[in-house]
Protein backbone atom coordinates (compact mmCIF):
# COMPACT_ATOMS: atom_id res chain seq x y z
CA UNK A 1 0.00 0.00 0.00
CA UNK A 2 1.55 3.25 -0.76
CA UNK A 3 0.37 6.15 1.56
CA UNK A 4 -0.24 9.92 0.80
CA UNK A 5 3.33 10.09 2.75
CA UNK A 6 5.00 8.57 0.41
CA UNK A 7 3.33 10.14 -2.46
CA UNK A 8 4.95 13.32 -1.64
CA UNK A 9 8.18 11.61 -1.70
CA UNK A 10 7.66 9.93 -4.86
CA UNK A 11 6.74 13.09 -6.61
CA UNK A 12 9.70 15.26 -4.88
CA UNK A 13 11.86 12.37 -6.95
CA UNK A 14 10.19 12.89 -9.94
CA UNK A 15 10.18 16.10 -9.53
CA UNK A 16 6.68 17.46 -10.04
CA UNK A 17 4.76 19.42 -7.76
CA UNK A 18 1.34 17.56 -6.87
CA UNK A 19 -1.61 19.28 -5.35
CA UNK A 20 -3.79 17.67 -2.26
CA UNK A 21 -6.68 16.66 -4.34
CA UNK A 22 -4.51 15.42 -7.39
CA UNK A 23 -2.05 13.18 -4.59
CA UNK A 24 -5.35 11.72 -2.43
CA UNK A 25 -6.47 10.45 -6.03
CA UNK A 26 -3.25 9.10 -7.19
CA UNK A 27 -2.95 7.25 -4.34
CA UNK A 28 -6.16 5.57 -4.51
CA UNK A 29 -5.28 4.99 -8.47
CA UNK A 30 -1.88 3.86 -7.34
CA UNK A 31 -3.14 1.46 -5.25
CA UNK A 32 -5.37 -0.47 -7.35
CA UNK A 33 -3.06 -0.95 -9.70
CA UNK A 34 -0.50 -2.45 -7.41
CA UNK A 35 -3.31 -4.53 -6.17
CA UNK A 36 -3.88 -5.79 -9.70
CA UNK A 37 0.30 -6.14 -10.01
CA UNK A 38 -0.02 -8.11 -6.64
CA UNK A 39 -0.71 -11.29 -8.42
CA UNK A 40 2.88 -11.47 -10.38
CA UNK A 41 4.09 -12.65 -6.43
CA UNK A 42 2.26 -15.89 -7.47
CA UNK A 43 4.81 -16.50 -10.00
CA UNK A 44 7.97 -18.73 -9.08
CA UNK A 45 10.47 -17.09 -10.92
CA UNK A 46 13.22 -18.33 -8.23
CA UNK A 47 15.39 -19.92 -11.72
CA UNK A 48 14.13 -17.72 -14.25
CA UNK A 49 16.70 -14.46 -15.84
CA UNK A 50 15.13 -11.17 -15.92
CA UNK A 51 14.43 -10.47 -19.79
CA UNK A 52 16.64 -7.62 -20.58
CA UNK A 53 15.95 -7.19 -23.98
CA UNK A 54 14.04 -8.56 -26.63
CA UNK A 55 16.41 -8.66 -29.48
CA UNK A 56 19.91 -10.32 -27.40
CA UNK A 57 21.98 -7.87 -28.86
CA UNK A 58 25.51 -7.08 -27.94
CA UNK A 59 26.84 -4.04 -27.44
CA UNK A 60 27.43 -2.43 -30.75
CA UNK A 61 30.60 -0.20 -31.64
CA UNK A 62 31.79 1.14 -34.42
CA UNK A 63 34.96 3.09 -35.32
CA UNK A 64 35.28 6.80 -33.90
CA UNK A 65 34.55 8.90 -36.64
CA UNK A 66 30.95 11.14 -36.93
CA UNK A 67 29.71 9.68 -39.65
CA UNK A 68 25.65 9.83 -39.76
CA UNK A 69 26.07 12.97 -37.79
CA UNK A 70 22.60 14.86 -37.68
CA UNK A 71 22.64 18.78 -38.80
CA UNK A 72 20.68 20.74 -37.82
CA UNK A 73 20.19 24.63 -36.69
CA UNK A 74 20.84 26.76 -33.43
CA UNK A 75 17.33 27.78 -33.17
CA UNK A 76 16.32 24.68 -33.90
CA UNK A 77 18.10 22.97 -30.71
CA UNK A 78 19.45 25.84 -28.18
CA UNK A 79 16.73 28.00 -29.77
CA UNK A 80 13.96 25.94 -28.62
CA UNK A 81 14.74 26.47 -24.59
CA UNK A 82 11.96 29.06 -23.13
CA UNK A 83 15.08 31.25 -21.91
CA UNK A 84 18.10 31.74 -23.98
CA UNK A 85 20.55 33.81 -24.82
CA UNK A 86 22.90 33.15 -27.93
CA UNK A 87 24.07 29.67 -28.66
CA UNK A 88 23.34 28.94 -24.37
CA UNK A 89 20.67 28.26 -22.23
CA UNK A 90 19.53 30.28 -19.81
CA UNK A 91 18.19 28.76 -16.54
CA UNK A 92 17.33 29.72 -12.78
CA UNK A 93 19.41 30.24 -9.67
CA UNK A 94 19.90 27.02 -8.16
CA UNK A 95 20.81 28.21 -4.86
CA UNK A 96 19.81 31.61 -2.78
CA UNK A 97 22.62 32.95 -0.58
CA UNK B 1 -16.44 -7.05 -44.07
CA UNK B 2 -16.69 -4.21 -46.85
CA UNK B 3 -13.08 -2.88 -48.09
CA UNK B 4 -12.86 0.52 -46.58
CA UNK B 5 -13.54 3.50 -48.63
CA UNK B 6 -11.20 6.01 -50.56
CA UNK B 7 -8.02 5.64 -52.02
CA UNK B 8 -5.25 2.83 -51.40
CA UNK B 9 -1.68 3.04 -52.23
CA UNK B 10 -2.29 0.66 -55.03
CA UNK B 11 -5.61 2.05 -56.01
CA UNK B 12 -3.82 6.07 -56.05
CA UNK B 13 -0.78 4.43 -58.37
CA UNK B 14 -3.32 3.16 -60.70
CA UNK B 15 -5.24 6.62 -60.71
CA UNK B 16 -2.14 8.51 -61.36
CA UNK B 17 -1.66 5.85 -64.23
CA UNK B 18 -4.69 6.08 -66.03
CA UNK B 19 -4.26 9.95 -66.04
CA UNK B 20 -8.02 10.11 -63.37
CA UNK B 21 -5.67 12.45 -60.98
CA UNK B 22 -2.24 13.42 -59.67
CA UNK B 23 -0.36 13.86 -56.86
CA UNK B 24 -0.83 17.39 -56.24
CA UNK B 25 -4.75 16.98 -56.83
CA UNK B 26 -4.68 14.04 -54.69
CA UNK B 27 -2.85 15.59 -51.88
CA UNK B 28 -5.09 19.19 -52.30
CA UNK B 29 -8.25 16.66 -52.50
CA UNK B 30 -7.25 14.90 -49.17
CA UNK B 31 -6.81 18.72 -47.24
CA UNK B 32 -10.09 19.71 -48.31
CA UNK B 33 -11.27 16.69 -47.11
CA UNK B 34 -9.41 17.62 -43.92
CA UNK B 35 -10.62 21.14 -43.42
CA UNK B 36 -14.22 20.19 -43.78
CA UNK B 37 -14.36 17.02 -41.65
CA UNK B 38 -11.32 17.68 -38.80
CA UNK B 39 -13.55 19.91 -36.66
CA UNK B 40 -15.45 17.03 -35.92
CA UNK B 41 -13.17 14.39 -35.40
CA UNK B 42 -10.24 16.19 -33.95
CA UNK B 43 -7.45 13.41 -35.64
CA UNK B 44 -5.31 15.79 -36.62
CA UNK B 45 -3.74 18.49 -34.90
CA UNK B 46 -1.53 20.13 -37.34
CA UNK B 47 -1.96 20.25 -41.16
CA UNK B 48 -0.81 23.94 -41.73
CA UNK B 49 3.25 23.70 -41.54
CA UNK B 50 2.49 20.82 -44.36
CA UNK B 51 2.29 21.36 -47.98
CA UNK B 52 2.77 19.70 -51.39
CA UNK B 53 6.42 18.84 -51.85
CA UNK B 54 7.15 19.38 -55.80
CA UNK B 55 10.41 17.83 -55.82
CA UNK B 56 11.60 15.86 -58.53
CA UNK B 57 14.39 14.57 -57.11
CA UNK B 58 12.32 11.52 -55.61
CA UNK B 59 13.37 8.34 -56.51
CA UNK B 60 10.04 6.21 -58.71
CA UNK B 61 8.45 4.04 -56.12
CA UNK B 62 4.94 2.85 -55.30
CA UNK B 63 4.55 5.18 -52.63
CA UNK B 64 5.58 8.29 -54.93
CA UNK B 65 3.18 11.21 -54.19
CA UNK B 66 0.86 9.01 -51.79
CA UNK B 67 -0.96 11.25 -49.17
CA UNK B 68 0.07 10.33 -45.73
CA UNK B 69 -0.06 11.46 -42.13
CA UNK B 70 1.95 10.92 -38.84
CA UNK B 71 1.38 10.80 -35.72
CA UNK B 72 2.79 13.83 -33.63
CA UNK B 73 5.34 11.98 -31.89
CA UNK B 74 7.23 11.59 -34.76
CA UNK B 75 9.53 14.31 -35.85
CA UNK B 76 9.43 16.35 -39.03
CA UNK B 77 12.20 19.13 -38.81
CA UNK B 78 11.39 22.46 -38.51
CA UNK B 79 7.88 21.92 -37.47
CA UNK B 80 5.81 21.65 -34.31
CA UNK B 81 5.89 18.07 -32.77
CA UNK B 82 3.59 18.24 -29.40
CA UNK B 83 3.54 14.52 -28.77
CA UNK B 84 0.21 15.42 -27.65
CA UNK B 85 1.49 17.40 -24.98
CA UNK B 86 0.69 20.69 -23.51
CA UNK B 87 4.60 20.43 -22.19
CA UNK B 88 6.02 20.31 -26.23
CA UNK B 89 3.36 23.15 -27.09
CA UNK B 90 5.36 24.82 -29.11
CA UNK B 91 8.48 22.66 -29.57
CA UNK B 92 9.78 22.71 -33.10
CA UNK B 93 11.74 19.72 -34.00
CA UNK B 94 15.67 19.22 -34.58
CA UNK B 95 15.66 16.88 -37.54
CA UNK B 96 13.37 14.36 -39.21
CA UNK B 97 12.24 10.49 -37.63
CA UNK B 98 14.03 7.96 -39.90
CA UNK B 99 10.79 6.83 -41.29
CA UNK B 100 10.24 10.30 -42.56
CA UNK B 101 12.99 10.63 -44.38
CA UNK B 102 12.82 7.31 -45.88
CA UNK B 103 9.09 7.60 -47.01
CA UNK B 104 9.97 11.63 -48.27
CA UNK B 105 12.92 9.64 -50.18
CA UNK B 106 9.80 7.26 -52.13
CA UNK B 107 8.07 10.51 -52.62
CA UNK B 108 5.30 10.48 -50.14
CA UNK B 109 3.84 13.48 -49.42
CA UNK B 110 3.24 14.34 -45.59
CA UNK B 111 -0.11 15.85 -45.16
CA UNK B 112 -0.02 16.47 -41.34
CA UNK B 113 0.43 15.66 -37.62
CA UNK B 114 -2.58 13.57 -35.77
CA UNK B 115 -3.50 13.71 -32.32
CA UNK B 116 -2.76 11.01 -30.16
CA UNK B 117 -2.77 10.38 -25.90
CA UNK B 118 -0.16 12.22 -24.19
CA UNK B 119 3.28 11.05 -24.92
CA UNK B 120 1.66 7.65 -26.15
CA UNK B 121 0.02 6.96 -22.66
CA UNK B 122 -3.72 6.27 -22.66
CA UNK B 123 -6.27 3.78 -24.98
CA UNK B 124 -9.17 6.39 -25.76
CA UNK B 125 -7.52 9.32 -27.20
CA UNK B 126 -8.71 10.84 -24.57
CA UNK B 127 -5.86 11.80 -22.60
CA UNK B 128 -4.52 14.60 -25.42
CA UNK B 129 -4.15 17.85 -23.87
CA UNK B 130 -5.62 19.23 -27.16
CA UNK B 131 -8.89 17.51 -26.70
CA UNK B 132 -9.94 13.64 -27.38
CA UNK B 133 -10.56 12.69 -31.17
CA UNK B 134 -13.68 11.24 -32.06
CA UNK B 135 -14.25 7.63 -33.72
CA UNK B 136 -15.31 8.32 -37.31
CA UNK B 137 -17.64 4.91 -36.83
CA UNK B 138 -19.81 6.87 -34.25
CA UNK B 139 -18.89 9.77 -32.55
CA UNK B 140 -19.69 9.14 -29.23
CA UNK B 141 -17.08 6.70 -29.03
CA UNK B 142 -13.47 6.67 -28.52
CA UNK B 143 -10.97 5.77 -31.12
CA UNK B 144 -8.93 3.79 -29.26
CA UNK B 145 -5.57 4.35 -28.42
CA UNK B 146 -2.59 5.81 -28.10
CA UNK B 147 -2.34 6.64 -32.02
CA UNK B 148 -5.65 7.82 -32.04
CA UNK B 149 -5.59 10.03 -35.07
CA UNK B 150 -3.80 7.60 -37.60
CA UNK B 151 -6.47 5.46 -36.73
CA UNK B 152 -9.43 7.88 -36.79
CA UNK B 153 -8.27 9.59 -40.43
CA UNK B 154 -7.33 6.23 -42.54
CA UNK B 155 -10.86 5.12 -41.48
CA UNK B 156 -12.27 8.56 -42.24
CA UNK B 157 -10.25 8.42 -45.53
CA UNK B 158 -8.56 11.88 -44.30
CA UNK B 159 -5.55 10.19 -45.43
CA UNK B 160 -4.33 7.00 -47.43
CA UNK B 161 -2.07 5.74 -45.32
CA UNK B 162 -0.91 6.71 -41.49
CA UNK B 163 1.96 6.20 -39.06
CA UNK B 164 1.58 5.24 -35.20
CA UNK B 165 3.47 3.65 -32.15
CA UNK B 166 2.83 0.93 -30.73
CA UNK B 167 4.06 0.40 -27.21
CA UNK B 168 1.39 -1.81 -25.42
CA UNK B 169 -0.97 -1.90 -28.39
CA UNK B 170 -1.46 1.85 -29.56
CA UNK B 171 -1.26 0.92 -33.14
CA UNK B 172 -3.69 -2.40 -32.95
CA UNK B 173 -5.99 -1.14 -30.43
CA UNK B 174 -7.23 1.94 -32.58
CA UNK B 175 -7.22 0.12 -35.88
CA UNK B 176 -9.14 -2.61 -34.45
CA UNK B 177 -11.88 0.52 -32.74
CA UNK B 178 -11.42 2.20 -36.02
CA UNK B 179 -11.95 -0.58 -38.44
CA UNK B 180 -8.58 -0.55 -40.39
CA UNK B 181 -5.71 -2.01 -40.57
CA UNK B 182 -2.63 -1.44 -37.91
CA UNK B 183 0.64 -3.16 -37.43
CA UNK B 184 3.08 -3.68 -35.01
CA UNK B 185 6.36 -4.80 -36.77
CA UNK B 186 9.08 -7.09 -34.11
CA UNK B 187 10.93 -4.79 -32.22
CA UNK B 188 13.77 -3.61 -34.24
CA UNK B 189 12.45 -3.89 -37.72
CA UNK B 190 11.76 -0.24 -38.20
CA UNK B 191 13.77 2.78 -36.62
CA UNK B 192 12.74 4.40 -33.76
CA UNK B 193 15.19 7.91 -34.44
CA UNK B 194 13.32 10.68 -34.09
CA UNK B 195 10.27 8.75 -32.25
CA UNK B 196 9.37 10.63 -28.74
CA UNK B 197 10.59 7.75 -26.23
CA UNK B 198 8.15 6.27 -24.12
CA UNK B 199 9.46 2.67 -23.07
CA UNK B 200 12.36 2.55 -25.07
CA UNK B 201 12.47 -1.73 -24.44
CA UNK B 202 8.89 -1.69 -26.19
CA UNK B 203 8.20 0.92 -28.63
CA UNK B 204 7.88 0.36 -32.66
CA UNK B 205 6.84 2.28 -35.04
CA UNK B 206 4.32 1.14 -37.65
CA UNK B 207 1.60 1.78 -40.03
CA UNK B 208 -2.17 2.34 -40.13
CA UNK B 209 -3.52 1.79 -43.69
CA UNK B 210 -6.83 0.10 -45.43
CA UNK B 211 -5.20 -3.23 -46.52
CA UNK B 212 -2.22 -5.27 -46.14
CA UNK B 213 -1.21 -4.84 -49.64
CA UNK B 214 -0.61 -1.18 -47.98
CA UNK B 215 0.71 -2.02 -45.10
CA UNK B 216 3.16 -4.47 -46.58
CA UNK B 217 4.48 -1.23 -49.19
CA UNK B 218 5.11 0.83 -45.99
CA UNK B 219 6.66 -1.98 -43.97
CA UNK B 220 8.91 -2.12 -47.15
CA UNK B 221 10.20 1.37 -47.10
CA UNK B 222 10.17 1.99 -43.69
CA UNK B 223 12.11 -1.06 -42.18
CA UNK B 224 15.98 -1.65 -42.02
CA UNK B 225 19.01 -1.18 -40.61
CA UNK B 226 19.77 2.51 -39.18
CA UNK B 227 22.79 3.81 -37.50
CA UNK B 228 20.97 6.40 -35.66
CA UNK B 229 19.34 3.40 -33.66
CA UNK B 230 21.14 0.40 -32.10
CA UNK B 231 18.33 -1.65 -31.78
CA UNK B 232 17.37 -1.90 -35.52
CA UNK B 233 18.27 -5.30 -36.92
CA UNK B 234 20.15 -6.01 -40.18
CA UNK B 235 17.19 -7.37 -41.89
CA UNK B 236 16.03 -6.48 -45.56
CA UNK B 237 12.13 -6.16 -45.21
CA UNK B 238 12.20 -4.26 -49.05
CA UNK B 239 11.23 -6.99 -50.99
CA UNK B 240 7.54 -8.19 -48.81
CA UNK B 241 5.03 -6.75 -51.10
CA UNK B 242 6.87 -9.01 -54.17
CA UNK B 243 6.05 -12.90 -52.08
CA UNK B 244 2.97 -11.54 -50.15
CA UNK B 245 0.41 -12.99 -52.59
CA UNK B 246 2.82 -16.41 -52.28
CA UNK B 247 0.49 -19.55 -51.59
CA UNK B 248 0.62 -20.74 -48.19
CA UNK B 249 0.25 -24.29 -47.74
CA UNK B 250 -1.18 -26.51 -44.46
CA UNK B 251 -1.19 -23.28 -42.40
CA UNK B 252 -1.14 -23.86 -38.69
CA UNK B 253 -3.26 -20.96 -36.93
CA UNK B 254 -3.05 -21.38 -33.10
CA UNK B 255 -5.83 -20.11 -30.52
CA UNK B 256 -4.79 -19.18 -27.00
CA UNK B 257 -7.41 -20.54 -24.40
CA UNK B 258 -6.51 -17.26 -22.44
CA UNK B 259 -7.36 -15.35 -25.05
CA UNK B 260 -11.34 -16.39 -25.01
CA UNK B 261 -11.72 -16.18 -21.24
CA UNK B 262 -13.83 -13.79 -18.97
CA UNK B 263 -13.70 -10.24 -20.04
CA UNK B 264 -14.19 -10.95 -23.90
CA UNK B 265 -17.64 -9.43 -25.26
CA UNK B 266 -20.24 -12.15 -26.83
CA UNK B 267 -19.91 -10.10 -29.99
CA UNK B 268 -16.20 -9.93 -30.09
CA UNK B 269 -15.62 -13.90 -29.57
CA UNK B 270 -18.86 -14.72 -32.04
CA UNK B 271 -16.88 -12.17 -34.86
CA UNK B 272 -13.69 -13.83 -34.17
CA UNK B 273 -14.87 -17.41 -34.33
CA UNK B 274 -16.81 -16.88 -37.03
CA UNK B 275 -13.73 -15.74 -39.19
CA UNK B 276 -11.65 -18.83 -38.11
CA UNK B 277 -14.51 -21.02 -39.22
CA UNK B 278 -14.11 -19.68 -42.59
CA UNK B 279 -10.19 -20.42 -42.23
CA UNK B 280 -10.61 -23.99 -41.24
CA UNK B 281 -12.98 -23.64 -44.67
CA UNK B 282 -10.12 -22.74 -46.34
CA UNK B 283 -7.85 -25.42 -45.08
CA UNK B 284 -6.29 -23.81 -42.41
CA UNK B 285 -5.77 -26.35 -39.50
CA UNK B 286 -6.36 -25.13 -35.97
CA UNK B 287 -4.28 -25.82 -32.95
CA UNK B 288 -5.03 -24.88 -29.22
CA UNK B 289 -2.43 -23.58 -27.52
CA UNK B 290 -1.66 -21.89 -24.30
CA UNK B 291 -0.10 -18.85 -23.01
CA UNK B 292 -0.31 -19.18 -19.77
CA UNK B 293 0.95 -15.78 -18.39
CA UNK B 294 -1.22 -14.05 -20.36
CA UNK B 295 -2.69 -12.61 -17.50
CA UNK B 296 0.41 -12.03 -15.84
CA UNK B 297 1.78 -9.38 -18.78
CA UNK B 298 -0.68 -6.97 -18.24
CA UNK B 299 0.84 -6.85 -14.61
CA UNK B 300 4.28 -6.44 -16.06
CA UNK B 301 3.50 -4.11 -18.33
CA UNK B 302 2.31 -1.71 -16.14
CA UNK B 303 5.41 -2.10 -14.28
CA UNK B 304 8.09 -2.17 -16.87
CA UNK B 305 6.34 0.50 -18.98
CA UNK B 306 5.97 3.53 -16.65
CA UNK B 307 9.45 2.37 -15.00
CA UNK B 308 10.75 3.34 -18.34
CA UNK B 309 9.03 6.18 -18.81
CA UNK B 310 9.93 7.80 -15.51
CA UNK B 311 13.11 7.58 -16.90
CA UNK B 312 12.31 8.78 -20.58
CA UNK B 313 10.12 12.00 -19.66
CA UNK B 314 13.09 13.06 -17.21
CA UNK B 315 14.30 15.21 -19.96
CA UNK B 316 10.82 17.28 -19.81
CA UNK B 317 12.33 19.60 -17.69
CA UNK B 318 11.21 23.04 -18.13
CA UNK B 319 15.03 23.52 -19.25
CA UNK B 320 15.72 22.35 -22.83
CA UNK B 321 12.54 22.69 -24.64
CA UNK B 322 8.59 23.85 -24.44
CA UNK B 323 6.70 25.07 -21.66
CA UNK B 324 8.33 26.66 -18.53
CA UNK B 325 6.09 27.73 -15.40
CA UNK B 326 6.77 31.34 -15.57
CA UNK B 327 6.04 31.81 -12.05
CA UNK B 328 9.01 29.77 -11.22
CA UNK B 329 12.18 31.38 -9.67
CA UNK B 330 14.57 28.73 -8.51
CA UNK B 331 15.86 25.84 -11.01
CA UNK B 332 13.68 23.31 -8.52
CA UNK B 333 11.18 25.49 -8.85
CA UNK B 334 11.47 25.48 -12.65
CA UNK B 335 11.10 21.48 -12.55
CA UNK B 336 8.94 21.01 -10.07
CA UNK B 337 6.24 23.86 -11.78
CA UNK B 338 6.68 23.48 -15.19
CA UNK B 339 6.27 19.43 -14.66
CA UNK B 340 3.45 19.79 -12.61
CA UNK B 341 1.37 22.05 -15.19
CA UNK B 342 2.45 21.00 -18.52
CA UNK B 343 1.86 17.22 -17.88
CA UNK B 344 -1.46 16.04 -17.75
CA UNK B 345 -2.62 13.57 -14.94
CA UNK B 346 -2.24 10.27 -16.60
CA UNK B 347 1.59 11.19 -17.58
CA UNK B 348 2.05 12.05 -13.82
CA UNK B 349 0.46 8.87 -12.43
CA UNK B 350 2.50 7.11 -14.50
CA UNK B 351 5.44 8.76 -13.76
CA UNK B 352 4.90 8.16 -10.18
CA UNK B 353 3.98 4.50 -10.95
CA UNK B 354 7.56 4.26 -12.36
CA UNK B 355 9.53 6.14 -9.95
CA UNK B 356 8.04 3.90 -7.52
CA UNK B 357 8.71 0.31 -8.80
CA UNK B 358 12.10 1.81 -9.57
CA UNK B 359 12.90 3.13 -5.95
CA UNK B 360 14.96 1.78 -3.29
CA UNK B 361 13.40 -1.12 -1.90
CA UNK B 362 11.30 -1.98 -4.36
CA UNK B 363 13.10 -2.17 -7.15
CA UNK B 364 13.82 -6.05 -6.54
CA UNK B 365 9.91 -6.81 -5.47
CA UNK B 366 8.85 -4.70 -8.91
CA UNK B 367 10.86 -3.73 -11.36
CA UNK B 368 13.42 -7.19 -11.39
CA UNK B 369 9.85 -9.30 -10.94
CA UNK B 370 8.67 -7.99 -13.98
CA UNK B 371 11.51 -8.86 -16.12
CA UNK B 372 11.47 -12.31 -15.24
CA UNK B 373 7.61 -12.44 -15.57
CA UNK B 374 8.61 -11.00 -19.03
CA UNK B 375 11.15 -13.74 -19.84
CA UNK B 376 8.19 -16.30 -18.89
CA UNK B 377 5.91 -14.36 -21.34
CA UNK B 378 8.43 -14.66 -24.27
CA UNK B 379 8.66 -18.52 -23.76
CA UNK B 380 5.45 -19.01 -23.84
CA UNK B 381 5.43 -17.75 -27.26
CA UNK B 382 8.35 -19.39 -27.94
CA UNK B 383 6.58 -23.02 -27.44
CA UNK B 384 3.67 -21.75 -28.96
CA UNK B 385 5.62 -21.16 -32.32
CA UNK B 386 7.15 -25.00 -32.32
CA UNK B 387 3.30 -25.86 -32.74
CA UNK B 388 2.16 -23.26 -34.98
CA UNK B 389 2.87 -20.80 -37.61
CA UNK B 390 0.66 -17.41 -36.69
CA UNK B 391 -1.48 -16.97 -33.54
CA UNK B 392 -5.21 -16.01 -33.68
CA UNK B 393 -7.40 -14.22 -31.55
CA UNK B 394 -9.11 -10.70 -31.17
CA UNK B 395 -7.26 -7.70 -30.80
CA UNK B 396 -9.15 -6.13 -28.18
CA UNK B 397 -12.08 -7.98 -25.42
CA UNK B 398 -14.61 -5.22 -26.56
CA UNK B 399 -15.34 -3.03 -29.39
CA UNK B 400 -14.98 0.96 -29.37
CA UNK B 401 -16.44 2.23 -25.75
CA UNK B 402 -18.26 5.24 -25.01
CA UNK B 403 -16.17 8.87 -24.61
CA UNK B 404 -15.97 9.33 -20.90
CA UNK B 405 -16.70 5.70 -19.96
CA UNK B 406 -13.26 4.64 -18.55
CA UNK B 407 -11.40 7.92 -17.93
CA UNK B 408 -12.12 7.73 -14.21
CA UNK B 409 -11.05 4.18 -13.52
CA UNK B 410 -7.22 3.92 -14.85
CA UNK B 411 -6.93 -0.04 -14.50
CA UNK B 412 -10.09 -0.70 -16.43
CA UNK B 413 -8.95 1.34 -19.20
CA UNK B 414 -5.90 -0.39 -18.83
CA UNK B 415 -7.52 -3.61 -19.27
CA UNK B 416 -8.29 -3.02 -23.39
CA UNK B 417 -4.55 -3.47 -24.15
CA UNK B 418 -5.26 -7.01 -22.43
CA UNK B 419 -4.35 -9.18 -25.76
CA UNK B 420 -1.76 -6.55 -27.08
CA UNK B 421 0.96 -5.78 -24.75
CA UNK B 422 2.08 -9.39 -24.29
CA UNK B 423 3.45 -9.03 -27.79
CA UNK B 424 5.32 -5.84 -27.13
CA UNK B 425 6.56 -7.41 -24.11
CA UNK B 426 8.25 -10.52 -26.48
CA UNK B 427 9.24 -8.02 -29.40
CA UNK B 428 7.16 -10.17 -31.62
CA UNK B 429 5.37 -8.92 -34.62
CA UNK B 430 1.62 -8.50 -34.91
CA UNK B 431 -1.16 -7.54 -37.13
CA UNK B 432 -5.02 -6.38 -36.55
CA UNK B 433 -7.31 -6.23 -39.54
CA UNK B 434 -10.42 -5.46 -39.62
CA UNK B 435 -13.29 -8.52 -38.50
CA UNK B 436 -17.03 -7.93 -38.71
CA UNK B 437 -19.37 -5.32 -37.34
CA UNK B 438 -20.18 -6.60 -33.68
CA UNK B 439 -23.88 -7.74 -33.66
CA UNK B 440 -24.81 -5.81 -30.71
CA UNK B 441 -22.67 -2.39 -31.11
CA UNK B 442 -22.33 -2.36 -34.44
CA UNK B 443 -18.96 -0.92 -34.26
CA UNK B 444 -15.36 -2.45 -35.94
CA UNK B 445 -13.86 -5.74 -34.61
CA UNK B 446 -9.86 -6.42 -34.96
CA UNK B 447 -8.63 -9.83 -35.40
CA UNK B 448 -5.16 -9.51 -34.26
CA UNK B 449 -2.35 -12.06 -35.81
CA UNK B 450 0.54 -12.50 -34.11
CA UNK B 451 3.74 -13.65 -35.58
CA UNK B 452 7.09 -15.13 -34.71
CA UNK B 453 10.07 -12.93 -33.99
CA UNK B 454 11.42 -11.30 -37.23
CA UNK B 455 8.86 -13.09 -39.19
CA UNK B 456 7.30 -9.94 -40.13
CA UNK B 457 7.06 -11.31 -43.93
CA UNK B 458 5.08 -14.38 -43.35
CA UNK B 459 3.26 -12.86 -40.99
CA UNK B 460 1.96 -10.14 -43.18
CA UNK B 461 1.43 -13.10 -46.48
CA UNK B 462 -0.87 -14.87 -43.84
CA UNK B 463 -2.75 -11.74 -43.17
CA UNK B 464 -2.92 -10.94 -46.60
CA UNK B 465 -4.48 -14.49 -47.35
CA UNK B 466 -6.88 -14.37 -44.07
CA UNK B 467 -8.56 -10.47 -45.36
CA UNK B 468 -8.59 -11.95 -48.59
CA UNK B 469 -10.91 -14.87 -47.17
CA UNK B 470 -12.70 -12.75 -45.19
CA UNK B 471 -13.75 -10.10 -47.51
CA UNK B 472 -14.90 -12.71 -50.05
CA UNK B 473 -18.12 -13.66 -48.36
Known amino acids: MITEREIDHLAKLSRITISDTLGARIVGDLNSILKYIDQLSAINTDKVEPLLHVNEIQNETRPDTTEGRIKSKDYLLVGQSPHYEGKYTKMRAVKVR | MKPISGYTILSARRAFEKGET ?26 KEFSFNKSDKKEASQLSGIPYAAKDNLLVKGTIATGGSKILENYQSAYDAEVVTRLADKGAQLLGKTNMDEFAMG ?3 ENSAYGPTKNPHN ?16 AADLCVFALGSDTGGSIRQPAAFCGVV ?7 RVSRHGLMALASSLDQIGPFTKTVDDTALVFSVISGKDIHDSTTVNLDGSDVFDHLHDDIQNLRIGVPEEYFGDGLSDEVRSSIEKAIDKLIVRGAKTIHISLPHSNAALAAYYIIQPSEASANLARYDGIRYGFSDPSAEMLLDVYNKSRA ?16 ALSAGY ?3 YYLKAQRVRSLIRKDFDEAFKRCDVIIGPTTPTTAFRIGEKSDDPLSMYLSDIYTVPVNLAGIPAISIPCTMGDKTNMPVGLQI ?7 EILLRVAWHIEQTLLNE
Open chain 2, 182 to 188: GFKPSYG
Open chain 2, 139 to 154: HECVPGGSSAGSAAAV
Open chain 2, 22 to 47: TPERLFNEYRSRIEKENSALNAFLNT
Open chain 2, 123 to 125: SSG
Open chain 2, 450 to 456: IGPMMKD
Open chain 2, 341 to 356: NGFGEEVTRRIILGTF
Open chain 2, 363 to 365: FDA
